[in-house]
């Protein structure tokens, strides 16, 4: 399937390619509302910007409980 997405400004961005792979888009420990907030800002958007996305560029093990401004997710144990 083709995740790119078109822009205004007239250049293509792709969705995250770890969407698929991510456990904190499929885990139920944290509230539907930030996990809609989380793929508005980061998933559909700023993947790059993502602390997850990050480390798994850098073939690092990602802690479940990280959020994508780096931060830990608490409700996630
Ligand atoms: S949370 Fe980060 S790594 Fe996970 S799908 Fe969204 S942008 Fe990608």
Excluded: W
């Excluded at 969705?15 to 809609?36: G, M, Q, R, V, Y």
């Excluded at 910007?49 to 401004?69: A, T």
Aim: net charge positive; hydrophobic share 35%.
């Amino acid at each position: 399937m083709d995740k790119r997405i078109p822009r205004k400004e007239g250049f293509i961005m792709y969705k995250c390619p770890h969407a698929n792979l991510c456990f904190l888009l499929e885990t139920d420990d944290i509230l539907l509302i930030l996990k809609k907030i989380i793929k508005k800002m980061y998933c559909n958007k700023n993947f790059d910007k993502c602390s997850r996305y990050q480390l798994y560029l850098q073939g690092k093990i990602v802690p479940k409980n990280l959020l994508p401004n780096a931060k830990e997710c608490l409700t996630i144990k």
